[in-house]
């Protein structure tokens, strides 16, 4: 449309038109060209020159790296230009006049067939990565975007006949002696790293995993070569500029509105096609590595200590399938061996042995439900495993909405159990112990779900303090089933191994959360109705009337009541252990799984470190993970909560600081709540004279009473009650 024009569309009136409006609609400004932005007319047959192909070549990948990080196809990838002309860049139907012109800088080849065969090897694989996102084990439009805005991705095109274009063109490069020779290798180079990249996202990780590790290398060989060569931009007036239109949208069939993406630098591009290239690798570790417990550790260590966190939506995609394609575990094995995978790595025994077992003792009237926990099993387990490749708040719903899941296994796991006959076994046995299994699973779902709470930062402020005193109650819980596991699991299993590492780890994170409850005490505001209302609000998964079915009451659950009792008696406690002694605690435990003890302070000797039994690949990793935690804990300071978020009736504060000899006043009070106490870090740490720096571990509580008068607690001290403004004496 052009300025001053009108267009009446029958049904639609102006009240209509000025509702959008009033609603801010930003589709409808898509068609609208302003004066002067007016885009010149584009000629698919605009002669190039090599290094302005580099570029475009160049340009092409950075827009598919964009939508590999969801954004709109329309925005990305579309906006070249030459996807929307490949027909009239087709040799086969271009005029004559073209094809016999006579610059010899810019060969009509370089249009017909280089750029031609770059151009459907995006297409194609940009359809390959379609396909395998649309499986469904990622969401569509929230973990990336599948419009295709009608445009034809070569879908019928077979992988073989792109790849042989690609081919031919690397050829004609090579031989042609109308290409500069120092432009021969970049143009040959961007050919066969797109060519290698299609013949990668064709290639079935499991069916050819020697392919697939071999294509990965030759991508990162030919992307060590883009990324030593820099290819000069073009002028302002060149036509390659003409190649993107980010205003694409106006002339696509799509309901976006217009949005136009700034592409990094080649530089941040290759870096990126490298950091994908290595997480296939990673997929293909995976996939080689048939076992469940692997995959978890693996998972979560993507989750929670990955330096560079998975971001596309196609790794997380593929590693999935990897797992599983929705008919068989890992491209082979039946929905049995998964059950058996589940028994073996977490007992030590397999499930043909449990069967039996059970079997023998059996004592009651019907059969033993073994069908009807296979499935139970093997329908918690799949998800739980992919889950870990979901995006954070995705994983997090399903975690949750798994648990009655595994209650509801728990509870018939133990109904079966009674009908055992385990009489003539040890306390100790490990039939016993199946369904203290399935409850350490679905413990560590809760714990999974309470941390991802911090990390997607849900909590407010003094919800920190339920989570964090949540956390003990769980690893206590999980403590005890390591406690009963260990005694009945044999000693050289990998099964026995991961328990112990996962036992002192869990031991370590207790103490660390139980110092942290402690620290943050001070962010509860002890409104205990308001504090209520967000704890069924935080915690609502654990109320479900689902739970009303089982005759099982669910373990592991909040519960509020025990939450205020803790609270009041750390308040009460008058002498309590620093909570650095938890911390450095639970650092002393993390620093033995790495093999090192500190030896009275003096030296540190090595020790065979126990870093689990199924991390396989991922020792490494681990070790690299818990180094860095004990790294950190040296590092930095402990947290003291600012002044303006501490509750008002209790300050709680923690340091360990050199202080020096300068006294400074110690109380200050609130001007607008004069019965009120507020200590400064600072100002307490610098109250005391001493003719030397000293080292203070400083633990303090400060009440406020009613008769007008502070009474504070320092740890292992008392120190006389005085007026505000006054100093103590101790």
């Known amino acids: ?93 271009v005029q004559i006049p073209f094809l016999t012109h006579d610059d010899p800088h810019r060969p009509p080849e370089i249009i017909t067939i280089v750029l031609r065969a770059a151009v459907a090897g995006l297409l194609k694989c940009c359809d390959l990565t379609w396909r395998e996102l649309s499986k469904g084990a990622i969401q569509d439009t929230e973990d990336w975007q599948s419009d295709k805005c009608e445009i034809y991705l070569l879908e019928g095109t077979p992988v073989g006949v792109v790849a042989s274009m690609l081919e031919e063109a690397s050829a004609w490069v090579s031989d042609s002696p109308k290409i500069p020779y120092q432009w021969k290798n970049p143009l040959i180079a961007r050919l066969q790293l797109r060519r290698t990249f299609l013949q990668l996202l064709e290639t079935n990780v499991h069916r050819s995993p020697a392919q697939f590790k071999s294509y990965i290398n030759i991508c990162l060989e030919f992307l060590q070569q883009l990324q030593t060569h820099s290819i000069p931009e073009p002028y302002e007036d060149s036509v390659a500029r003409l190649a993107f239109d980010p205003y694409i949208s106006r002339r696509l ?8 993406l700034s592409t990094g630098s080649p530089a941040e591009t290759w870096q990126a096609f490298e950091l994908f290239f290595e997480s296939l690798k990673e997929t293909s570790r995976l996939a080689a590595t048939h076992s469940v417990t692997t995959w978890k550790v693996a998972g979560l260590l993507r989750v929670w200590t990955a330096k560079t966190p998975i971001h596309q939506p196609y790794i997380r995609s593929l590693t999935q399938s990897a797992f599983y394609d929705g008919v068989l575990v890992f491209d082979n094995y039946p929905f049995v061996w998964l059950v058996d995978r589940f028994f073996y790595e977490t007992l030590g025994i397999t499930w043909s042995y449990f069967q039996s077992q059970v079997n023998q003792r059996w004592v009651g009237s019907a059969m033993p439900p073994f069908d009807m926990l ?65 409850l350490l699973w679905r413990l560590h779902s809760i714990r999974e779900i309470v941390f991802s709470g911090f990390r997607l930062e849900l909590y407010a402020p003094e919800e920190r303090t339920l989570a964090y005193w949540y956390l003990t109650q769980l690893f206590e ?61 935080r915690y609502k998964w654990a109320h479900q009337p689902d739970y009303e079915r089982f005759e099982t009451a669910p373990v592991g659950h909040p519960d509020f009541v025990e939450f205020m009792r803790a609270c009041l008696s750390v308040m009460k406690v008058r002498c309590i252990a620093s909570p650095r002694e938890g911390i450095e605690f639970a650092a002393g435990l993390l620093r033995d799984l790495l093999g090192f003890r500190q ?38 300071p402990l947290y003291s909560p600012p002044i303006h978020q501490l509750n008002p009736s209790l300050t709680l504060l923690f340091a ?5 000899s300068n006294p400074i006043s110690l109380i200050q009070s609130t001007p607008t709540s004069p019965s009120i106490t507020f200590v400064n870090l600072t100002h307490v740490l610098l109250t005391f004279s001493f003719n030397h720096i000293i080292n203070i571990n400083l633990y303090i509580y400060v009440y406020n009473e009613p008769n007008g008068r502070v009474s504070y607690h320092f740890h292992n001290h008392h120190c006389r009650r005085t007026r505000y403004g006054e100093r103590t004496g101790s």
């Not at 069939?253 to 136009?260: D, H, Q, Y």
């Not at 995705?394 to 009489?423: F, P």
Request: with cysteine.
């Open 1 to 93: 449309m052009n300025d001053d024009q009108m267009m009446f569309m029958d049904g639609f009136s102006l009240q209509d038109a000025m509702a959008a409006f009033e609603i801010g609609e930003p589709r409808l400004d898509s068609g609208y060209i302003p004066p002067g932005e007016a885009r010149p007319k584009f000629n698919p047959l605009a002669p190039l020159l090599p290094e302005e192909l580099c570029w475009i070549i160049d340009r092409s990948f950075s827009y598919e790296m964009e939508w590999h990080k969801g954004n709109f196809m329309s925005h990305t990838v579309l906006t070249l230009l030459y996807i929307h002309h490949l027909d009239s860049i087709d040799p086969d139907l």
């Open 374 to 438: 296979e499935k139970n099993i093997y329908k918690l387990m799949i998800p739980h495993i992919r889950g870990n490749w979901t995006n954070p708040p995705r994983r997090r719903r399903h975690l949750m909405k798994a648990l009655v899941g595994w209650h509801h296994l728990y509870d018939a796991v133990l109904e079966m159990m009674s009908y055992v006959d385990v009489s003539d076994l040890p306390p100790e046995n490990i039939i016993s112990a199946v369904s203290k299994a399935i």
């Open 477 to 537: 819980l999980e403590l005890e089933c390591y406690e009963t596991f260990l005694p009945s699991i044999p000693q050289n299993t990998s099964a026995f191994r991961e328990m112990l590492y996962n036992q002192q780890v869990t031991t370590a994170l207790q103490s660390l959360c139980t110092s942290l409850f402690i620290m943050t005490l001070p962010l509860l505001s002890f409104n205990w109705g308001q504090t209520r209302a967000n704890f069924f609000r």
């Open 599 to 636: 030896d009275d302070g003096e030296s540190d000797h090595i020790k065979l470190p126990q870093l689990g039994g199924w991390a396989d690949g991922w020792i490494d990793e681990r070790r690299e993970a818990i180094h860095r935690t004990t790294s950190q804990h040296r590092r930095k």
């Open 253 to 260: 069939s799509t309901a976006v509105p217009i949005r136009v």
């Open 656 to 660: 360990n600081i050199n202080v020096n």
